[in-house]
């Protein structure tokens, strides 16, 4: 499962391609806005969402703190930028948790932050 968020549109293409290429549905996130629990039983969970003010935006916060999944679950993310950097939204993403999760299986870009 890959969830997302979109302002712009730049993280549903990105989601809808590489749910393509791993064979697994890309849904976004405020389809779930009403929900007040979201669970994945998942093996593979991929977040791809814009860099706000150099965080989450405000609504994928709020998401992931809904979000229930599976410990021994894969999770990655993607965050997009217009200026290549992420600020603290890598660790936001881990923080935002409320099931167990080994913030480890968040891998930051390699490049500039």
Known sequence: MIFYFTG????MWI???LGA?????AKNIA???EAS???AND???GFVFPTYMNDLP???KEFLLKLKISEDAYCFGIMTSN???SGKAFSSLADSFTSPFDDSRIFPPTGPR
Do not use: M, Q, Y
């Not at 712009?8 to 993280?11: D, E, Q, W, Y």
């Open 8 to 11: 712009t549109g730049n993280s």
């Open 15 to 17: 989601a809808e391609r």
């Open 21 to 25: 290429l791993l064979n697994e549905p």
């Open 31 to 33: 389809a779930f806005r």
């Open 37 to 39: 629990e979201v669970t």
């Open 43 to 45: 093996d593979i969970i």
């Open 58 to 60: 405000w609504i994928a």
């Open 83 to 85: 200026h290549g950097k």
